[in-house]
């Protein structure tokens, strides 16, 4: 059974490898500095980081920010030595089954298989491309942005809502 469980820095253990998992999946202009992400972990009243368990043992991790009217899911991770073993299909419907809402996600353009392939597993699991201007704001000055699309599912109507959704990533998430 897929259990998504909110951890703190106080949780040593869970924490320790939702981090370690953080910076072996995604690469520093993908994610925030590591002090950062541990005071938004324990602080921020939106930002849920959480650890992914089966059967009590540690499989990945999915962090995302409650924006009252929708979710966004900014990080999720497997294990990379459990990865193509379905573990994604089956935490995202756990997860959205958990938060009970429109979910909004970034993807990176479909500029290669590999983000070919992400987007086509999120459509398969109730997910909608939004192939509109979107630009992820660096989470670091002197970084630089980078060209994304949003994904969502559940009942928003980003046709109009695409450019609120918008302001409240660039707002709550990013600083800008």
């Given at each position: 059974?897929?259990?998504?469980?909110?951890?703190?820095?106080?949780?040593?253990?869970?924490?320790?490898?939702?981090?370690?998992?953080?910076?072996?999946?995604?690469?520093?202009?993908?994610?925030?500095?590591?002090?950062?992400?541990?005071?938004?972990?324990?602080?921020?009243?939106?930002?849920?980081?959480?650890?992914?368990?089966?059967?009590?043992?540690?499989?990945?991790?999915?962090?995302?920010?409650?924006?009252?009217?929708?979710?966004?899911?900014?990080?999720?991770?497997?294990?990379?030595?459990?990865?193509?073993?379905?573990?994604?299909?089956?935490?995202?419907?756990?997860?959205?089954?958990?938060?009970?809402?429109?979910?909004v996600l970034?993807?990176?353009?479909?500029?290669?298989?590999?983000?070919?392939?992400?987007?086509?597993?999120?459509?398969?699991?109730?997910?909608?491309?939004?192939?509109?201007?979107?630009?992820?704001p660096p989470y670091?000055?002197?970084?630089?942005?980078?060209?994304?699309?949003?994904?969502?599912?559940?009942?928003?109507?980003?046709?109009?809502?695409?450019?609120?959704?918008?302001?409240?990533?660039?707002?709550?998430?990013?600083?800008?």
């Amino acid at each position: 059974m897929i259990e998504i469980k909110q951890v703190k820095t106080q949780q040593e253990a869970d924490y320790a490898f939702v981090e370690q998992l953080m910076h072996t999946a995604f690469p520093q202009e993908e994610r925030r500095d590591t002090l950062q992400q541990r005071e938004y972990s324990d602080m921020n009243p939106l930002f849920c980081n959480n650890i992914i368990l089966e059967d009590g043992k540690q499989i990945g991790m999915i962090s995302y920010w409650n924006m009252g009217d929708f979710f966004y899911i900014e990080h999720f991770a497997i294990d990379p030595t459990l990865r193509n073993g379905g573990y994604g299909k089956r935490v995202l419907e756990a997860v959205k089954e958990q938060l009970q809402g429109p979910i909004v996600l970034e993807v990176e353009e479909p500029n290669d298989e590999m983000s070919t392939r992400r987007i086509n597993f999120y459509k398969r699991l109730g997910f909608t491309l939004h192939e509109k201007p979107y630009m992820q704001p660096p989470y670091r000055k002197g970084d630089f942005g980078l060209p994304m699309f949003l994904m969502s599912c559940g009942e928003l109507d980003m046709d109009h809502d695409f450019e609120r959704v918008k302001s409240a990533l660039y707002k709550e998430v990013y600083g800008q």
